[in-house]
């Protein structure tokens, strides 16, 4: 699976959007982007994944550049709740894989009043 | 049950001792991960169940290390002769299909080895 570089940290003032961005600049073809977030004490949380085209959720918007060598994850009015690491996750879908995540370091959003 | 449950959510060990961590999937779904959360980094992959059948277990760290799931529901890791690297959170995952759907994380039961 390709690897991805996320910044180590990230404030964001409640109510404006979060970008968190992420490079991939070896993902394969067949390779999804998938955001995950972490939640002081809790197990990590599927936000969403994509492919090549944007996507959006209820609960963010995940856009990938036109040569998947980027995306970045946004988060339209984050609130304090928000507060969280993220982790930005490439892997291959489909019968030849276990489903297993390869886990960085992840972005921490720091969302603040 | 609502989610992936996972008992006990802390347990305290000491060095020697052997532990057994419990997961209780979301019912029906098919895969089960274990994952190892060291503090302060992000998880890391143990093992891979499909129903009862484990598939990976390229992650486990040693042969102290041993996972089941002898009916395809709960799982148990288990850690023999505890050291104290093996401080760390650990996750449960599960997924409804074998590949392509969401994982569901419990959160984890955080071990000590003194």
């Known amino acids: 699976d390709a690897k991805t570089t996320q910044p180590t940290s990230m404030d964001c003032a409640e109510g404006r959007a979060a970008n968190l961005p992420c490079n991939h600049s070896t993902i394969s073809g067949n390779e999804y982007v998938y955001w995950y977030r972490q939640i002081h004490s809790q197990g990590p949380q599927y936000i969403i994944h994509?492919?090549?085209n944007n996507e959006t959720n209820e609960m963010a918007s995940l856009i990938i550049t036109e040569d998947r060598k980027s995306s970045t994850l946004i988060l339209p009015h984050a609130t304090l709740r928000d507060t969280a690491v993220y982790y930005c996750?490439?892997?291959?879908?489909?019968?030849?894989?276990?489903?297993?995540?390869?886990f960085g370091q992840g972005t921490t959003l720091q969302v603040k009043p | 049950g609502a989610g992936v449950s996972q008992s006990p959510r802390y347990k305290v060990a000491k060095r020697g001792q052997d532990v057994a961590l419990r997961c209780d999937p979301i019912?029906?779904?098919?895969?089960l991960f274990w994952y190892q959360q060291a503090l302060g980094q992000g998880p890391e992959f143990l093992t891979y169940f499909q129903n009862e059948a484990q598939l990976d277990k390229s992650g486990l760290p040693s042969d102290r290390f041993f996972a089941e799931r002898p009916e395809g529901s709960v799982s148990t890791l288990k850690i023999q002769r505890t050291q104290q690297e093996d401080s760390a959170v650990y996750l449960c995952?599960?997924?409804?299909?074998?590949?392509?759907?969401?994982?569901?994380f419990g959160q984890g039961t955080r071990l000590t080895v003194v």
């Open positions: 994509g492919l090549k």
């Open positions: 996750i490439v892997r291959v879908r489909g019968s030849s894989n276990t489903g297993k995540l390869i």
């Open positions: 995952a599960s997924s409804y299909h074998r590949v392509d759907t969401e994982a569901f």
């Open positions: 019912s029906g779904h098919v895969s």
